[in-house]
């Protein structure tokens, strides 16, 4: 383990920004690029990209169209910052291309109007991802299920074979297996690869949840791939073999500990970290190779989290700011703070930390903090 995470750390309050009127305003992560903070928020039930200094003050702000006032309402994905362009997408599916300084539209198009493909039942939630000059999205439905777009102008590169079911929440995640260059996403009801540079369907393999929510952000490593959920499910890790130039998978085993609603899971060596809706919820550890229990954790509950330097930094879903860092069979608390703004346990968005700060989003609010090391433990 990191040296830096055998420190006690004290979190101080630096600023605090109010984003919206909405109740809800999203569930989007903040994106720090340089001397400038980028998120998403709903103004006057509009769909808002933020810029904001790093004070906290306002700098921009650009309405891409309706916000998502429907279930849950707010912002799901997180803005793509890349060489001086912001990308978003918004729940309603409306894709805009800005200039990350001015915030002035370059380009914008509706995935979901121009494929003539519904809307899932808490809007469109994924996050954009980039590759070179290429941005993916996942699309669903029967007209395709992954998009690839040119980031320059918007344009439609390729759009992959449909897998027959509606998009997942969560955001595809790119990987080399084999020199083949692949990126595995989940739809409603299991787990899907494509090829990156064709945009060939390699499989699918069902993994479904209650009401659809897959929200998970598959995990590549070492010649396998894992997904999880916690809508009544569990964690299956799928070994990965290559045919040609097409890849197939294989099972290798499954964990019943380990079923992630949201919040993510992290590799750390052998051993898999998240939070889970299993056995009265909190925080589980399971090991890679053959998805053995290693512990769960009830001291702090289920959430969404930032690794840094060997400490969770954890948003709970009731509000709760916890730093711990993980021991053999459970994990050191290390700080603990209560944070106004969580409603019915809807503090959703991933912390942030950058530098020697770490940002947290709940609701309408926007914490700034400054990570102080105070001395050893």
């Not at 595809?172 to 299991?190: H, N």
């Not at 400490?311 to 994990?331: C, H, N, Q, S, W």
Request: hydrophobic share 40%; glycine share 12%.
């Amino acid at each position: 383990m990191n040296e830096i995470a055998l420190s006690i750390l004290a979190l101080l309050p630096l600023w605090t920004v109010d984003l919206g009127d909405a109740p809800e305003p999203g569930y989007s992560r903040p994106v720090i690029v340089g001397e400038r903070i980028y998120l998403t928020a709903n103004q006057d039930a509009m769909h808002t990209v933020f810029c904001l200094d790093l004070d906290g003050k306002p700098v921009w702000q650009f309405l891409s169209g309706p916000g998502w006032t429907d279930l849950f309402p707010g912002t799901r994905g997180t803005p793509l910052v890349v060489n001086g362009l912001l990308y978003d997408e918004s729940p309603h599916g409306e894709l805009v291309c800005l200039d990350a300084a001015s915030g002035e539209l370059r380009w914008r198009r509706n995935l979901l109007h121009d494929y003539e493909t519904p809307n899932v039942l808490y809007g469109r939630s994924g996050s954009l991802v980039r590759d070179g000059d290429r941005l993916f999205s996942q699309l669903g439905g029967e007209r395709g299920s992954m998009l690839c777009l040119d980031r320059h102008t918007g344009k439609t590169l390729w759009l992959a074979e449909s897998t027959g079911h509606a998009a997942g929440y969560g955001t595809p995640v790119s990987f080399q297996y084999e020199g083949l260059p692949l990126m595995a996403a989940m739809d409603a009801k299991g787990v899907f690869v494509v090829h990156r540079q064709s945009g060939q369907l390699q499989f699918h393999i069902r993994h479904p949840a209650r009401l659809d929510e897959n929200i998970f952000n598959p995990i590549y490593h070492d010649g396998a791939l894992l997904v999880s959920n916690g809508a009544g499910s569990d964690t299956k890790c799928f070994k990965l073999v290559r045919d040609g130039e097409s890849v197939q998978a294989k099972e290798l085993w499954t964990n019943q500990l380990l079923a992630n609603a949201h919040g993510g899971v992290t590799l750390i060596d052998d051993r898999l970290y998240g939070s889970t809706n299993k056995r009265g919820g909190g925080f589980a550890c399971i090991r890679w190779k053959d998805g053995t229990d290693v512990f769960l954790d009830r001291k702090i509950t289920r959430g969404s989290f930032a690794l840094e330097d060997g400490l969770f930094y954890i948003l709970t879903e009731f509000g709760e700011l916890v730093v711990a860092k993980p021991r053999e069979t459970d994990f050191d608390v290390l700080f603990r703070l209560e944070l106004s703004g969580a409603k019915q346990g809807q503090a959703y968005s991933h912390p942030v930390v950058q530098g020697n700060r770490l940002y947290v989003r709940i609701g309408t609010m926007l914490y700034c903090f400054e990570i102080v090391k105070t001395g050893s433990r």
